[in-house]
T-cell receptor, first 113, second 112 residues
Framework: NAGVTQTPKFRVLKTGQSMTLLCAQDMNHEYMYWYRQDPGMGLRLIHYSVGEGTTAKGEVPDGYNVSRLKKQNFLLGLESAAPSQTSVYFC????????????FGPGTRLLVL | QQPVQSPQAVILREGEDAVINCSSSKALYSVHWYRQKHGEAPVFLMILLKGGEQKGHDKISASFNEKKQQSSLYLTASQLSYSGTYFCGTERKNSGYSTLTFGKGTMLLVSP
């Protein structure tokens, strides 16, 4: 059981470049989430999904798009990266059991120059 | 709106106790507590549901006061392994689905 995995672990982009972050979970969880973590800001929700084929905006969705084509995968896309998107990105998943304990992936560190 | 955590940072000696508070301006359905060690992912500690219950996890316990819209995390006889940043997450309902809004975190350092 790998839990929640994220690729890549680290990436450097130039302003204007695009990239996709991949999150995969093998726990058969319905819900998946993308967060960004910046120093002193805690974890802020970017987008989330409550099931295959569904996505919804979180607190800070601007500049990001997501897709959930398969239940086990949740993709986060940056179409035109900006320095303000330099951050650590965490993916999480949970099961809709009324408590929705979230299990986090190891994170992707992104630097936009 | 992010819940407010206090204090921002705590430095303890091994064996000392600490309390971390989490308060919200909105009504709370539940409060989740996570711990994140440096360079690692956040890890779930416990969840407090409506009803004012208190829970425990080893020597870490928490309480939830719905009326005051706040939760407190109690770390008793702290160990070196308790060092890390603690986040509270308050449940928010959107169209019937729940998401968490996390506080900015409380950094805890336990020294020998």
């Amino acid at each position: 059981n790998a839990g929640v995995t994220q690729t890549p672990k680290f990436r450097v982009l130039k302003t204007g470049q695009s990239m996709t972050l991949l999150c995969a979970q093998d726990m058969n969880h319905e819900y998946m989430y993308w967060y960004r973590q910046d120093p002193g800001m805690g974890l802020r929700l970017i987008h989330y999904s409550v099931g295959e084929g569904t996505t919804a905006k979180g607190e800070v969705p601007d500049g990001y798009n997501v897709s959930r084509l398969k239940k086990q995968n949740f993709l986060l896309g940056l179409e035109s990266a900006a320095p303000s998107q330099t951050s650590v990105y965490f993916c999480a998943s949970s099961y809709p059991d009324g408590q929705e304990t979230q299990y986090f992936g190891p994170g992707t560190r992104l630097l936009v120059l | 709106q992010q819940p407010v955590q206090s204090p921002q940072a705590v430095i303890l000696r091994e064996g000392e106790d600490a309390v971390i508070n989490c308060s919200s301006s909105k009504a709370l359905y539940s409060v989740h507590w996570y711990r994140q060690k440096h360079g690692e992912a956040p890890v779930f500690l416990m969840i407090l549901l409506k009803g004012g219950e208190q829970k425990g996890h080893d020597k870490i316990s928490a309480s939830f006061n719905e009326k005051k819209q706040q939760s407190s995390l109690y770390l008793t006889a702290s160990q070196l392994s308790y060092s890390g940043t603690y986040f509270c997450g308050t449940e928010r309902k959107n169209s019937g689905y729940s998401t968490l809004t996390f506080g900015k975190g409380t950094m805890l350092l336990v020294s020998p």
